[in-house]
């Protein structure tokens, strides 16, 4: 069984950036795609970004694309999540989980086994 557990949240200012690191244990990051979502107060949870940890595929929402990047660090195995011109529609909770993202007939297709508790950011002045 993955465990995953988020850190790198808190305040921070409209226009700043923060990195989120997502640490996997209990299994190997190569076998699973993780995944950044996040939850505002209120709203439903959305996809955020994925990466395929085998062959490096990415994959942004539109609303952080050209914002955020994900990368990995297989030697740690952990999963960053650098998020960049943050402003308020950002503020939520943001989660860490593993499972799989591809395309598949030319959609985007995520699917999470595995979370995280989650990290919490809050974006204002």
């Known amino acids: 069984q993955v465990q995953l557990v988020e850190s790198g949240g808190g305040l921070v200012q409209p226009g700043g950036s923060l990195r989120l690191s997502c640490a996997a244990s209990g299994g190997t990051l190569g076998y699973y795609a993780i995944g950044w979502y996040r939850q505002a107060p209120g709203k439903e949870r959305e996809g955020v970004s994925c990466i395929d940890t085998l062959d490096g595929s990415t994959y942004y929402s539109t609303s952080v694309k050209g914002r955020f990047t994900i990368s990995t660090d297989s030697a740690n195995n952990t999963v960053y999540l650098q998020m960049n011109s943050l402003n308020a529609e950002d503020t939520a909770t943001y989660y860490c989980?593993?499972?799989?993202?591809?395309?598949?007939?030319?959609?985007?297709?995520?699917?999470?086994?595995?979370w995280g508790k989650g990290t919490l950011i809050t974006v204002s002045s």
């Open positions: 989980a593993a499972g799989y993202c591809t395309v598949i007939a030319g959609r985007e297709s995520w699917g999470m086994d595995y």
